[in-house]
DNA sequence: CCTACCGATCGGTAGG
DNA sequence: CCTACCGATCGGTAGG
């Protein structure tokens, strides 16, 4: 909750200026999520909006404040996804492997730069807020998920050679991490579906024989 | 003759700028590997070792150089921990637990951070010889654990459920960043051995019962 | 190995 | 008096 949503009379001009808001975001979020927050530097985001650097300072406090905004945005929409595919009526298995399928290929980019950004390079303040976002809109879907399926005793729980829904929720995003890092410099063995069941099967069934 | 100092020989001397460069060395792991290339300013390096930044280019040609050849000395060091544990006349699941917990304990360092900024930060031949000696002293020595283990029968390969050796390296340096990066923000449930027996047993075993 | 600096570029802000 | 910017430049810092 910022201080800073001033008198915004309602005209005309306001429409534009959330257009142009809005355009910023989706700029920001393509050149962030594929290079990461030091790399891009605000006037390359300016540039490819048709604005001028200074111009940018209208819409956002800071650089940070950008980063934030947009982060948050992206989370919400991958929620929104994720528990799209979370309620179907599938198995729990399917499920996860749906998942795995909408964060490698729809979102495109990799939630784990989005995290080394959050540790690495924002404040103290942002960090926190962006680590509870990520927490609320991607690890508890995916908790919930995990949940289901150990208390419909197909998923080992913590006492079962499995961990709790969180970690596991973790764990599982650390497979996707994998499978985006390897697209991005291996020629890919198959496709990304056919490499998201591989993934699910392991992560479910293991690598040794029973 | 003024009281200028002497001219050292070239015995002491190149023993001393050894000396000089392998502090700059240490220090620049330590600062590196905690905060990554971008955050970490040749000043800061330079101020830490008592020296002034101009001097470190008489050492090293630039900031990447040095980096590289850091980063080139940590991961020479990763292999031989690695190999004394892969040789042991144990099984393949009690050598990985002790894999997980030298990578998590010893090195300190998340390889994470260093993959990172390989990937994002540094010029393309540098990541192309990083990238190949990330694999030579790290993925190799992992690789020849699981093929050793599909060899013996004891895990699956890629027709049976699953992956090839280099692969399953891979997925096991995932889990190895993913204990990591939980132990930067959450406080540890156990400790890092019990963590690293846990998640082998999940990687190996899989989170569903068979 | 230091002092004294450079070209450029960074994020951010001034007045109009 | 407001908005939506611009041209110019701020204080600092990057690698060298």
Redesign the interface.
Known sequence: MSGRQQKRSVHEESEEARETRRAILEVARQLFME??Y??ITTRQISDACGLTQPALYHYFKDKEELYVAMAREELARTRTGLERITRRGESV?ERLKRAVAYLVGATQHDH??M??DI???LSPEARLQL?EEFRINMIAPLAAL?EE?QHD????DEQ????DAV??A??FL??V??IL??G??ETATGSDSALAQ?MV??????????
Request: net charge positive; glycine share 16%.
């Open positions: 290079f990461g030091r790399a298995e784990s730069l995290m080394h540790r690495y390079e680590n995990f399926g005793g197909q998923l080992r079962h050679g499995g961990s970690a596991s973790y764990l650390s497979f991490s994998y890092a390897r991005q410099h591989q099967g392991i992560l479910l069934h293991g690598l040794a024989y029973p």
